[in-house]
């Protein structure tokens, strides 16, 4: 198994703030996928939007995700802002149309465990161009990942809400890696 493991949770709960955090300390990471396929989106007035078609954002999203994983190739431990998982929670939070071959592949994929939770944390929440959803679609969110991962095998470990320097901490010290 590759040491690729993810950070996931609802939106606005400093999972990317935390993945900076350890991108500073020189620990490879791979940004959320999702935010990339927004600005993309936006730029070049593309629908595959969660506000317009989210049946082809979800899909952007489960195709990246798979891009970005094969692409990797670190055998070190590596951190990622969501995992291919995220986008069938999505799916499923959104009630998309999930494909049979989609979920094959979603379990083939596979990313170490624990998968970091982050959970809702209305202090730091907020919303941006890119981030629409209110703090109830977040706390939904966040229920739908959890469910999704759990159903896929993977130990959650919950992120405790503190500063970014101890989450960090946290994180290092629960995989055994120095800070």
């Known amino acids: 198994m590759k040491p690729y493991y993810i950070f996931t949770g609802g939106p606005g709960s400093g999972k990317s703030t935390v993945l900076q955090a350890l991108a500073r300390l020189v620990y490879p990471t791979v940004p959320e996928v999702g935010r990339a396929i927004i600005q993309q989106q936006m730029q070049t007035e593309g629908d595959a939007l969660p506000w317009l078609n989210k049946q082809r954002f ?19 431990p590596l951190f990622f802002d969501r995992g291919l998982l995220d986008s069938i929670g999505y799916a499923r939070l ?49 229920e739908a990942m959890h469910e999704t991962y759990k159903e896929f095998g993977y130990q959650l470990v919950e992120v405790p809400c503190t ?9 290092l010290e629960y995989l055994h890696l120095k800070p």
Do not use: C, G
Request: aromatic fraction near 16%; glycine fraction near 0%.
């Open 58 to 76: 979800f899909e952007a999203m489960f195709n990246q995700s798979i891009l970005d994983y094969q692409s990797q190739t670190s055998e070190t």
């Open 163 to 171: 500063a970014i320097e101890e989450r960090v901490e946290f994180i």
């Open 94 to 142: 959104e009630h998309l149309e999930i494909q049979p071959n989609q979920l094959y592949i979603a379990k083939q994929m596979l990313y170490a465990s624990p998968v970091f939770i982050f959970p809702p944390w209305e202090a730091i929440y907020t919303n941006d161009k890119e981030r629409k959803q209110d703090f109830a679609l977040a706390i939904q969110t966040y």
